[in-house]
């Protein structure tokens, strides 16, 4: 069998579909991938054949505030519309003749290549999920930014663009479908056990929470310091994504320069050493560009980050408690997930300075019912199913469609209409 992958081309996105790629390749299915030139080592490794796409945003379009406002996201949708126009005839092209049997693509993004390719191709679609899903008891959209008037008005030309473009290629799906889900798949895998999910026992069986879907990463190298048993290991990842914030790094030294734990802090790639003003730091902290937080993590006894799902369900995995500092959407929700679970403590970044952070790192390390907690998710995210799990469902969405007629692929005036796109 020959499947597809697409996912918005950022690490939270594709690192955890990459066990997927790895177990379906040992199985003996051919993996296509979607992706960027900066991404393709990860899906090669994995296994998958990485198809290069071009991202085609204006200069700026993913970049994001620290404090997500309604401008920042009509903005982000916009950026996604134009990548949406620039990819889709490449990917289209790239495609032609070798067209997948199946196809996985996210079902709560904004990127939509993959269900508008699957439905031009006729083929069944399994949706992923790298956060959380929503329905009609909880949804995402509560962590969304207020709209002003403005905004609303710049959303409805978004949606006129949206229009606009799914006729200009004879799309089957309406901007409905994209927008509200209204055009289900054949099933739907979640990265995270049914736990953690808000309102996790309304969503019906076609939702397979089947946990996280790591691989081992070689290629992003491993954790070589032994671990030191006569001192905890507090890893920071704050400044390792996309956000901009030098002045939390002070802040941590101050916080915590005279605690008898071992501090490894990841500041990112655009917080430098040489934009970071720390002065004297004590022997017990360490400052990395980048840290495999993969093979760190089994080391660990508190896990300091964004809040991201993917770093959330790492640290779960490896039973380690959070002090989550979200910034965007779904961050806000995985924190508060993380406190009405009591796997950890949340900070508001407004609020986060040397005093609360030293208050929340000592308060959770002493918590004996949050170890408790986060052993028993432990427990939930490893018995989930995992790639395996992940694998059995998409071959049997296959099995299960080839044993019923598909929609009709286009035809050969469909595809050069395609390929004059790309020209």
Not at 56 to 65: D, E
Not at 223 to 250: K, Y
Not at 266 to 279: E, H, K, S
Request: hydrophobic share 40%; net charge negative; proline share 7%.
């Amino acid at each position: 069998m020959h499947i597809a992958f697409f996912a918005m081309p950022s690490p939270g996105h594709v690192y955890p579909t990459l066990g997927i790629v790895a177990e379906l390749t040992r199985r003996g299915h051919r993996v296509s991938y979607s992706i960027t030139e900066r991404l393709q080592e990860a899906v090669v490794e994995a296994g998958a054949h990485p198809v290069l796409r071009e991202l085609g945003l204006k200069p700026g379009a993913t970049t994001i505030s620290r404090n997500l406002t309604g401008s920042d996201f009509v903005g982000f949708m916009d950026g996604q519309l134009d990548q949406l126009e620039a990819i889709y005839p490449v990917l289209s092209e790239a495609f032609a003749g070798d067209e997948p049997d199946l196809v996985v693509c996210e079902g709560s993004t904004l990127s939509w290549e993959g269900p508008l390719l699957a439905d031009r191709w006729g083929v069944p679609v399994v949706h992923t999920f790298p956060t959380f899903a929503s329905n009609e008891h909880w949804s995402l959209g509560n962590y969304m930014p207020r709209m002003s008037l403005a905004n609303r008005l710049r959303s409805l030309a978004f949606v006129m663009r949206l229009v606009k473009l799914l006729k200009s290629i004879d799309a089957r799906l309406k901007a409905d479908d994209l927008l509200n889900g209204t055009h289900p798949p054949q099933a739907r895998l979640a990265y995270f056990p049914r736990a953690f999910q808000f309102a996790g026992e309304t969503f019906d069986e076609s939702y397979n929470f089947v946990g996280p879907c790591f691989n081992e990463r070689a290629f992003q190298g491993s954790w070589e310091q032994p671990a030191d048993p006569d001192r905890r290991l507090v890893v920071v990842t704050i400044g390792s994504g996309q956000w901009d914030w030098p002045e939390f790094f002070p802040a941590c030294v101050a916080a915590v320069a005279d605690l008898p734990w071992r501090f490894v802090i990841a500041v990112g790639g655009r917080n430098g050493p040489r934009r970071l003003d720390l002065g004297p730091v004590p022997e017990n902290i360490e400052f990395h560009q980048w840290i495999p937080l993969q093979s760190l993590l089994p080391q660990a006894d508190l896990l300091i980050c964004s809040a991201g799902m993917g770093s959330a369900m790492e640290s779960m995995y490896h039973g380690v408690p959070v002090l989550a500092i979200p910034h965007v959407a779904d961050q806000f929700g995985v924190a508060d997930r993380i406190v009405e679970l009591g796997l950890g403590r949340k900070l508001a970044p407004e609020e986060t300075d040397a005093r609360s952070l030293r208050e929340a790192v000592m308060g959770i390390l002493g918590d004996e019912q949050v170890r408790g907690n986060v052993r028993e998710m432990q427990s939930l995210v490893r018995d989930a199913g995992g790639p395996a799990a992940a694998a059995d469902i998409i071959e049997q969405v296959q099995k299960q469609t080839s044993d019923h007629e598909r929609p009709s692929r286009p035809d050969q005036g469909t595809r050069r209409r395609l390929r004059a796109l790309v020209r």
